[in-house]
């Protein structure tokens, strides 16, 4: 089944929210290192699970082709909206974070 719109979107999406968050988990382990702040810990800890959850949702767009998301249109377009406002939300947290 070919990935329709949405799918290919959504991966799209999903890559750049893994580099942002890539980036801001490598700010917050400097702070880290030097601070040794538990705040800062736990803000490291939050993005690494959301990196994980990233990279295993671009692994699974990108593995399974009759997927929920490709079978269904209203559901890869609910996903594609899901990943649009994690990117906005990624997006304004990397703006803070490197500020």
């Known amino acids: 089944m070919a990935?329709?719109?949405p799918t290919i979107l959504g991966i799209a999406l999903t890559a750049v929210n893994s580099v942002l968050l890539t980036?801001?988990?490598l700010?917050?382990?400097r702070n880290y290192r030097q601070f040794r702040s538990t705040m800062v810990l736990g803000l490291l800890g939050f993005c690494l699970v959301?990196?994980?959850e990233n990279l295993v949702g671009l692994v699974f767009f990108l593995s399974s082709m009759n997927m929920l998301y490709a079978a269904d249109p209203i559901?890869?377009?609910v996903?594609?909206?899901m990943h649009l406002l994690e990117l906005i939300a990624v997006s304004f947290l990397t703006y803070v974070t490197l500020k």
């Open 3 to 5: 990935m329709g719109v």
């Open 23 to 25: 980036v801001i988990s």
């Open 27 to 29: 700010v917050w382990l």
């Open 50 to 52: 959301l990196l994980v």
């Open 75 to 77: 559901a890869g377009q």
């Open 79 to 81: 996903a594609l909206g």
